[in-house]
């Protein structure tokens, strides 16, 4: 019979040992490859995940990854060699993979077997990869332990917001975007894209917010409201109330929800948590150190009355370049989305417009009816006397408008319609051209027009340089 002294002395060497063990060690199969993957207990363990890859060079796997080597402590179960530091790779490798069957283990076995497919590699020995926090991630501590609400805008600033604090170890409660009815197809299907994503990480899904309008109101969206006002989205009078209208309220009323009307909703389990905790949100803005983007953070408050406010972009110090990059690395080429916005935008450049003709020319004529319906209807702030002539004639017979402080069009001082007729964009009716030949001279020209400081997005056309910025 074992005495009390006894069990406690096995009970304790048993839990040693437990502790002295990766938390899971196992073998699987990468294309015909074998790879020991484990992770210590450990706080340092808990922040890294090693790797042993078998049949690849050391050398080849630094050149491919572009990555430093770097020491690999002793674990049971891994390889004792050198090894390499991953600090931007966690589809591949990342601390919270959770073992062969964790949610990211289906990612890491077709990277694997992409890269053993497309690169011979030869090795006898295996070789250790370690994945670290990014060396960038301090910088952003300041967000640690905070409730976070990230604003996500479908946007490459807003992805690749995404990415940072996921690199960084950061998990936001909760991820809102605010659909105006007005998207284009791309934005919609980046969206769909980024839940998968954010799924595979355990993270929350993208929260939709929308506006509902009344049921007798005749509209529910942006677009219809401008249509069934005769009028242009307020950006075109220098405002904006329809982003306040569409974008920001909509996001408010997720999260604190609403007591009355149309929208009404409880509020989210995030706001209950600060207000019994006392604590504040964070709403997390994807503006990056662009000089417009500086410019529009530069205006805007650090708090108001319910929500704090952060740019981590900004406290990253990366510019549009940087958040492509990052995109890229991470997600992979596709994954870079074109610029969020309506279609009938008044904020689009001309080189936009000529790529909406060609790749969505039933939303450029939708554009084109809401302005001539906007600047001919009953509510009409067009003045015949001040221009001499009425809108649809100088939209049909003269080059441009005259200089004037008053808004002529979805463009401010220019109409969509007239530069349409202008460029040859639409044939006498006023309807986007579709033929193959229209829509190739409107691509070129886009890519043509398109200027690097400026919605620097997936809309570029390889082989065809950018314009100098102005």
Same mark, same amino acid.
């Given at each position: 019979m074992t005495s009390s002294i006894g069990r406690r002395t096995m009970r304790h060497s048993r839990r040693k040992q437990s502790n002295d063990r990766p938390q899971w060690n196992a073998r699987a199969t990468f294309g015909g490859r074998?790879?020991?993957?484990?992770?210590?207990?450990?706080?340092?363990?808990?922040?890294?995940?090693?790797?042993?890859?078998?049949?690849?060079?050391?050398?080849?796997?630094?050149?491919? =990854? &572009? $990555?430093?080597?770097?020491?690999?402590?002793?674990?049971?179960?891994?390889?004792?060699?050198?090894?390499?530091?991953?600090?931007?790779?966690?589809?591949?490798?990342?601390?919270? +993979?959770?073992?062969?069957?964790?949610?990211?283990?289906?990612?890491?076995?077709?990277?694997?077997?992409?890269w053993f497919q497309d690169h011979s590699w030869r090795c006898a020995e295996p070789d250790v990869i370690v994945a670290r926090p990014p060396a960038w991630a301090h910088r952003l501590r300041s967000l640690e332990g905070r409730l976070l609400a990230v604003c996500f805008g479908a946007g490459v600033?807003?992805?690749? %917001?995404?990415?940072?604090?996921? @690199?960084?170890? +950061?998990?936001?409660?909760?991820?809102?975007?605010?659909? /105006?009815?007005g998207e284009k197809p791309e934005t919609l299907v980046h969206l769909a894209r980024m839940n998968a994503v954010l799924a595979s990480w355990g993270w929350p899904p993208i929260d939709i917010c929308r506006k509902v309008t009344l049921a007798s109101t005749s509209y529910d969206d942006l677009y219809g409201n401008c249509i069934a006002n005769e009028t242009l989205p307020s950006l075109a009078f220098g405002k904006k109330t329809c982003s306040q209208k569409y974008k920001q309220t909509p996001q408010d009323q997720f999260i604190k929800g609403a007591r009355s009307g149309p929208n009404a909703r409880l509020p989210h389990p995030v706001w209950e948590e600060a207000q019994r905790t006392g604590q504040r949100i964070v709403? @997390?803005?994807?503006?990056?150190?662009?000089?417009?983007? %500086?410019r529009r953070s530069q205006k805007l408050l650090n708090a108001d009355a319910d929500f704090d406010f952060s740019y981590p972009l900004q406290l990253l110090g990366w510019i549009r370049e940087d958040c492509i990059d990052i995109i890229k690395q991470v997600l992979g080429s596709s994954y870079v989305p074109i610029k969020s916005a309506c279609f009938f935008c008044p904020a689009s450049k001309i080189w936009e417009l000529y790529w909406l003709a060609a790749h969505h020319p039933d939303l450029l004529d939708r554009a084109l009816? @809401?302005?001539? *319906?906007? =600047?001919?209807?009953?509510?009409?702030?067009?003045?015949? +006397?001040?221009?001499?002539?009425?809108?649809? !004639? @100088? /939209?049909? *017979?003269?080059?441009?408008?005259?200089?004037? *402080?008053?808004? $002529?069009? =979805?463009?401010? *001082?220019?109409?969509?319609n007239q530069w349409a007729r202008v460029n040859d964009v639409v044939d006498e009716a006023f309807? $986007?051209?579709?033929? !193959?030949?229209?829509?190739?001279?409107? &691509? +070129?020209?886009?890519?043509? =027009?398109?200027?690097?400081?400026n919605a620097n997005d997936a809309r570029a056309i390889s082989g065809v340089p950018l314009a100098a910025a102005a």
């Open positions: 074998a790879a020991v993957a484990a992770r210590d207990r450990t706080a340092l363990a808990r922040r890294e995940l090693w790797f042993g890859l078998r049949g690849c060079r050391l050398s080849q796997l630094c050149r491919h =990854l &572009r $990555v430093e080597r770097a020491y690999a402590p002793a674990f049971p179960g891994v390889p004792q060699t050198s090894g390499l530091r991953i600090p931007s790779w966690p589809l591949l490798l990342h601390r919270e +993979i959770g073992g062969p069957g964790g949610p990211q283990a289906s990612i890491v076995r077709r990277t694997c077997r992409r600033d807003s992805t690749a %917001m995404l990415i940072a604090l996921y @690199l960084a170890g +950061i998990r936001p409660q909760i991820i809102t975007f605010a659909d /105006v009815g709403k @997390l803005i994807g503006y990056d150190c662009g000089r417009a983007d %500086m009816l @809401l302005e001539r *319906n906007a =600047l001919t209807g009953r509510h009409s702030r067009f003045d015949e +006397i001040e221009f001499g002539a009425t809108w649809e !004639e @100088l /939209v049909s *017979n003269a080059d441009r408008f005259p200089s004037s *402080n008053t808004t $002529v069009g =979805l463009g401010r *001082n220019f109409a969509w309807r $986007v051209r579709r033929s !193959e030949a229209a829509r190739s001279r409107f &691509r +070129i020209r886009a890519a043509q =027009l398109r200027k690097s400081d």
